[in-house]
């Protein structure tokens, strides 16, 4: 059974920077595309960033130079580093191998970490 | 980036009857391989969000068939032929022709009358 658990949210400063992790079992993140899909307080989905197989990265143009989308192979476990931390930021972070794209259809998601950037 | 719409942003459904939610996107989503990567997912309260169909039409393990999906080009459709009460929930679509970057329709919130 493919399991994805984030963690590593919680209250920061604006400017401030937090790293959240996606440990995956059941599953191989060096070995897929990996995602993460963010989630404003009762607003819709909005696709943050992704990391393919082979190491390119690539990112929604309002966290390009703030956010970095990373994996440690060894540990089975993506990342995304947040720096420069803006209250619009505010959302659940959700780790995903978000499926129904040309590159493949199996879609696997977990189940979200709060990030709130206030002072 | 292609933008989706969607349409109405909610709807109110009796028990047992029918739903239908619209999606339209920017550009078409038909890619080179000749599919059509619409998908459409489904988000319970306080849950993570759920596929339901892939492919403007193909159901995902375990969804029951009361949900349909159909299409093709710039407009889709999502449709419910019998709403139950754990279909109570938001429903988004979601382009993944035009990869790496994912779009998001804005939603649908199906609630019971």
């Known amino acids: 059974e493919v399991q994805l658990v984030e963690s590593g949210g919680g209250l920061v400063q604006p400017g401030g920077s937090l790293r959240l992790s996606c440990a995956a079992s059941?599953?191989?993140?060096?070995?897929?595309?990996m995602s993460w899909v963010r989630q404003a307080p009762g607003k819709g989905l909005e696709w943050v960033s992704v990391i393919y197989s082979g190491g390119s990265t690539y990112y929604a143009d309002s966290v390009k130079g703030r956010f970095t989308i990373s994996r440690d192979n060894s540990k089975n476990t993506l990342y995304l580093q947040m720096n420069s931390l803006r209250a619009e930021d505010t959302a659940v972070y959700y780790c995903a191998r978000v499926g129904g794209t040309p590159l493949g259809s199996n879609d696997y998601w977990g189940q979200g970490t709060l990030v709130t950037v206030s002072s | 980036d292609v933008v989706m719409t969607q349409s109405p942003l909610s709807l109110p459904v009796t028990l047992g009857q029918p739903a239908s939610i619209s999606c339209r996107s920017s550009?078409?989503?038909?890619?080179?391989?000749?599919?059509?990567?619409l998908n459409w997912f489904q988000q319970r309260p306080g849950q993570s969000p759920r596929r339901l169909i892939y492919?403007?039409?193909n159901r995902d393990s375990g969804v029951p068939d009361r949900f349909s999906g159909s299409g093709s080009g710039t407009d889709f459709t999502l449709k419910i032929s019998r709403v139950e009460a754990e279909d109570v929930g938001v429903y988004y679509c979601?382009?993944?022709?035009?990869?790496?970057?994912?779009?998001f329709g804005g939603g649908t919130k199906v609630e019971i009358k």
């Open positions: 979601m382009q993944g022709t035009h990869w790496p970057r994912l779009t």
């Open positions: 492919k403007v039409s």
């Open positions: 550009q078409s989503l038909v890619y080179s391989d000749g599919n059509t990567y």
């Open positions: 059941g599953f191989t993140v060096s070995s897929n595309y």
